[in-house]
């Protein structure tokens, strides 16, 4: 029996749904090793134009599971060394994957799941979502989430919650930077279905470069090679076939090719 459901609809959109409600979403190996095959293979597939994270039950994800922290507790060095390697590999898979990744957060994101919030290129929260870093509790450190979640909440932030631990709410993870738009709790679906309509009006192949241009221009200073660079980026996508189609559609005042017609209408509107 699977802990994680993925489906992809005819738009497109594939939900990958983290399914442990009776333990918060918490994550095991196995869990994890689910999580990077799901996220590799649909991040290949040319069909997905979007990815929704989300989780079953009162939570989006506790992070750990008690009985994976209970084995790991008897496990060597290196047998540690390389179940923590499995699970920074898979946090990468999801941060690197070319397609828009989205987070869909209620409930509580703990621990790791405040990971898989910051490794997605967006990030919405119902208003009574709580976060924490709950780590140093237990007399661990987040570890493998740490590069993700200083990028999205910053240094400062992060030597605050990394060592305290304490709660947050969604308010102050959308002012922190971790999430993007809170809302009513039912409301929700309906500013998933906004946001995946901006996205399907974007060209998949530019979303990818341009998802590509933000990691290779993060924290680098503005260099001749860097100046070279994006201009070589640019000088190829406008020569490319749908950048000559986005052209194109613009100057004519018409959908590109790429735009469905059922993403349109997605959330009601006309």
Request: with cysteine.
């Amino acid at each position: 029996m699977t802990d994680v459901l993925a489906t992809v609809d005819q738009a497109g959109i594939a939900t990958v749904t983290l399914d442990r409600p009776a333990l918060h979403n918490a994550f095991n190996e196995g869990v994890i090793a689910e999580l990077t095959q799901l996220f590799e293979q649909l991040g290949a597939d040319p069909q997905v134009r979007a990815i929704l994270l989300k989780g079953n039950g009162p939570s989006f994800s506790a992070g750990a599971d008690l009985d994976w922290m209970r084995r790991m507790a008897g496990y060597s060095r290196d047998q540690n060394h390389a179940d923590a390697l499995a699970l920074a590999t898979m946090l990468r898979t999801l941060n690197r994957t070319p397609k828009p990744t989205i987070a869909v957060v209620h409930g509580a994101a703990f621990g790791g799941g405040v990971g898989l919030v910051a490794c997605c290129d967006i990030a919405i929260a119902a208003e009574g979502a709580t976060f924490c870093l709950s780590e140093v509790k237990l007399g661990l450190i987040p570890a493998t989430i740490g590069p993700y979640v200083v990028a999205a909440m910053g240094e400062r932030a992060c030597r605050r919650y990394f060592l305290t631990a304490e709660r947050f709410s969604a308010a102050e993870a959308m002012a922190l930077g971790l999430v993007h738009q809170v809302v009513p709790a039912d409301q929700l679906d309906g500013a998933v279905a906004t946001l995946l309509k901006r996205l399907g009006e974007g060209g998949p192949a530019a979303q990818t470069a341009a998802k590509a241009l933000v990691f290779d221009c993060a924290n680098r200073p503005v260099t001749d090679d860097l100046i070279s660079d994006t201009a070589e980026r640019i000088a190829l996508i406008r020569a490319s076939d749908e950048g000559r189609e986005g052209v194109a559609a613009f100057l004519d005042k018409r959908k590109a090719a790429w735009v469905q017609p059922q993403e349109t209408t997605r959330d009601g509107d006309k």
